[in-house]
């Protein structure tokens, strides 16, 4: 350190020295009328920048104050690192140097961090392609390179910087990085705690001393703005438990002299813990206090909980919004008995005025029209304020997909106190795709995929894509478009186009398919935020197409019908979905029923099916999920139920631990030809991945599976079903979501085909 503000000393007294040498010939000069002004030694400057900064002009009296205020102008640019001043009889000329400028700016040895997202650090400094050079600006340069480092734990970086000149007065910058082993963190200490273990409170941090994970997780590099973070988890855990006068003392940071080991010691002081003796309501609820007091989640005679104040004030001020009072204030006031241990919650309420919104404005959609955001809103123009249709509006435009931040904010009118405005911030992102891919699963072997997608066709909303697939055993290729308001009241149409060719799972060395083509339209009625109706129809042909080592049932049914059957059927449908997330759900539940009756056409059937999913959140690590789906077909006008629509079961996606699609009827070559009657069950214990924190992308599950399929004349059997048990990982990959399951059948009968180890992208359950 000593040795780095010594060299800064003497460069900056080199500077000093130079600027008053400078200024001292031009002091020298003896006072003169300026007949003309003339500037040598340009390169690259404009002369026109020397006379724009010049407190001197032609017909000027030239005197050493004015030339030393010349002289601090032309330094000022920064473009010179030597400005003299001389006259020729009454021509004042002006000697300039010009600093290099950087020409490339290289890095080498960089391994933890992008070279883009170093260049645009140095940009940040300025430093960049194009700029005048300056020692200083480089020396800053490499303070703001070692922080990235010091950043990312790279604690003994090390940063080396050559300047190579080269033509035409320009200069190549290499910043040369020994990076060094990354500081780890050996200890974790917390100081203090009485009432809760060490290793309980330091399982909450997200920061840690390792495991094996921790290439991965990186979770033992120490990071301020972590630990911050974990300081306030601490905080919270205790705030949550009654310790109302909880404080962090102090955080030591300490690391080893070869910058490779991190200690970190917390010291506390929890305090007495604090049982909530009553709740108490003061201020205006206009006349509404039963209503207030449902909302309130503090009970006496419970610890103190902080998450449950908070959880209440935001309730409050939520239920005063959805009556117009937009800036309504709640306050909690904890009233102290510390002799007792006891606290009293005062929850104050004062909710203003109450207001209506003027206008809703829309900003950052550049693309997406004006009316597919506000045919969104449930909050309207000149309506009062409502503060739960302003979430629900907020979360509808978010649903659409089209933008990747959605924000409301609220902006008083000047002038009119009873008057807001909404103004709703969105940023887009691209709703247009095409899609090249491949995948690979236990069942399917390679499939290739192709597809182009356009969620939002022109800025209107509209969907409109191409899906193919080429999956060993079920290949298909889809156009689909949507409109999602074919109706002003939000009905939405879909028009599909599909020709799909599929084989059973067992692949026995025949060549035989199933060949489908067909077309379908399908409205969907919106009747509740959550809930939606879909209903339509269409025509479909289904060629069983033979070949050799057929099943006998596809035969027997090509024999009987035909091998080409024609179906016109009609589609119903029913969906709720209220989980907080599709991919990786903590809580809610989903449920869909579809169903279809073939009207006309050779083939005549009817075939439901209906799935329940639920959430539970155990905790804040832990998920219990459970899963049931039942399947029913049946023919109907005296035919039996088409064999190519039947349900299959077995693998992921059903029954972990068969072969995919095995169970149920067999026919009597063997072949699994599935059934109209299918059940299956799951139950699964989800938490995060041992190391991986709090991420919920990459998971662990242990699971139980419960499940068959039954023939037309067979009945519903619960001592037939097949069960497994088993331990399985979900990680959401960029290919999509990955699910790989070890299952061990705990019950099965003979003939069944098992399958332990099985895995794929994109099913669930």
Avoid: C
């Avoid at 010939?25 to 003169?32: G, Q, S, T, V």
């Avoid at 990071?223 to 030591?252: C, H, M, P, V, W």
């Avoid at 989640?297 to 209440?312: C, H, L």
């Amino acid at each position: 350190m000593r040795k780095t503000t010594k060299r800064l000393s003497v460069r900056t007294a080199a500077a000093a020295a130079a600027f008053a040498l400078a200024a001292n010939a031009a002091w020298a000069l003896a006072p003169f009328k300026v007949q003309d002004i003339r500037v040598e030694g340009l390169q690259r400057v404009e002369p026109g920048t020397i006379f724009a900064s010049m407190p001197l002009r032609v017909g000027d009296d030239y005197n050493d104050e004015k030339g030393a205020a010349a002289i601090r102008a032309l330094f000022a640019l920064g473009l010179f690192k030597d400005v003299r001043l001389e006259a020729v009889g009454n021509v004042l000329v002006v000697v300039v140097e010009e600093r290099p400028t950087i020409a490339d700016v290289e890095f080498a040895g960089t391994r933890e961090f992008d070279k883009d997202t170093l260049k645009k650090a140095m940009r940040d400094v300025g430093l960049t392609e194009g700029r005048p050079f300056d020692k200083a600006l480089a020396d800053r340069a490499e303070q703001e390179l070692k922080r990235q480092y010091i950043n990312r734990s790279l604690y003994g970086a090390e940063v080396v910087t050559t300047v190579t000149p080269i033509e035409r007065n320009r200069v190549n910058l290499t910043f040369t990085v020994t990076e060094g082993e990354p500081a780890k963190i050996r200890e974790i200490r917390i100081v203090g705690n009485q009432a809760f273990s060490e290793s309980t409170l330091k399982g909450l941090f997200e920061q840690d001393t390792g495991g094996w994970l921790s290439w991965y997780t990186k979770s033992n590099r120490y990071s301020r703005a972590k630990l911050n973070a974990d300081l306030e988890t601490l905080r919270s855990y205790y705030l949550a438990r009654g310790y109302l006068e909880f404080r962090i003392d102090s955080t030591q940071v300490a690391i080893s002299p070869d910058k490779q080991d991190i200690s970190i010691t917390v010291n506390v002081t929890e305090g007495p813990s604090y049982v909530v003796s009553g709740v108490k309501l003061e201020g205006n609820y206009l006349d509404r206090d039963d209503e207030f007091k449902s909302l309130v989640t503090i009970r006496p005679g419970e610890p103190y909980n902080a998450d449950k104040v908070a959880e209440t004030t935001k309730a409050f001020t939520e239920h005063f919004g959805n009556f117009g009072f937009a800036f309504a204030r709640v306050e909690a006031v904890p009233d102290i008995d510390r002799e007792h241990n006891r606290v009293a919650v005062v929850l104050r309420s004062e909710p203003a005025r109450r207001a209506y919104v003027r206008r809703i404005n829309v900003s950052g959609n550049n693309r997406t029209r004006d009316e597919v955001i506000r045919r969104e809103f449930r909050q309207f123009e000149a309506s009062w304020y409502d503060g739960e249709k302003i979430k629900l509006s907020r979360d509808r435009v978010d649903r659409l997909g089209y933008f990747t931040e959605v924000n409301v904010e609220t902006q008083e009118v000047p002038g009119a106190p009873d008057q807001l405005d909404l103004v709703v911030n969105v940023q887009e992102k691209p709703t247009g795709s095409l899609q090249l891919g491949a995948g690979f699963s236990s069942a399917e072997k390679v499939s290739l995929s192709f597809g182009i997608k356009q969620e939002n066709v022109f800025g209107s909303g509209h969907y409109l894509g191409l899906d193919v697939n080429t999956s060993k055993y079920r290949r298909t290729l889809v156009v689909s478009t949507t409109d999602p308001y074919f109706t002003q009241d939000g009905v939405s149409r879909t028009l599909d186009l599909y020709y799909r060719t599929a084989k059973p799972y067992e692949d026995q060395g025949g060549n035989y398919e199933l060949v489908t083509a067909g077309a379908s339209v399908r409205f969907g009625v919106p009747f509740s935020e959550t809930d939606t109706v879909f209903f339509g129809g269409g025509a479909e042909q289904t060629r069983i197409k033979a070949g050799t080592n057929i099943p006998a049932a596809y035969l027997s049914y090509a024999e009987k019908f035909g091998s080409t059957s024609l179906a016109v059927p009609l589609t119903i449908g029913w969906s709720r979905d209220d989980r907080d997330s599709a991919l990786a759900p903590n809580s809610g539940r989903y449920q869909r029923l579809n169903s279809e009756w073939s009207v006309a056409g050779d083939a005549r059937y009817v075939r439901a099916n209906y799935q329940y999913q639920q959430y539970v959140p155990l905790t804040k690590q832990f998920t219990l999920a459970f899963n049931g789906e039942v399947g029913l077909g049946k023919g109907m006008n005296g035919r039996p139920f088409p064999v190519f629509k039947n349900f299959y079961s077995g693998g992921l996606g059903s029954v972990r631990g068969f072969d995919q699609g095995t169970l149920g009827p067999r026919d009597v070559t063997g072949a699994s030809l599935g059934g109209p009657k299918k059940l299956t069950l799951n139950a699964e214990l989800i938490a995060p991945f041992p190391g991986a924190g709090n991420d919920r992308t990459l998971r662990w599950f242990a699971f139980v599976d419960a499940g068959n399929v039954y023939g037309e004349n067979e009945k519903w059997e619960f001592s037939e079903l097949r069960a497994s048990a088993g331990l399985g990982l979900s990680w959401i990959s960029p290919l999509g979501p990955l699910r790989i399951a070890y299952a061990q059948p705990v019950r099965k009968f003979a003939g069944d085909k098992i399958q332990k180890l099985q895995f794929q992208i994109g099913t669930s359950f």
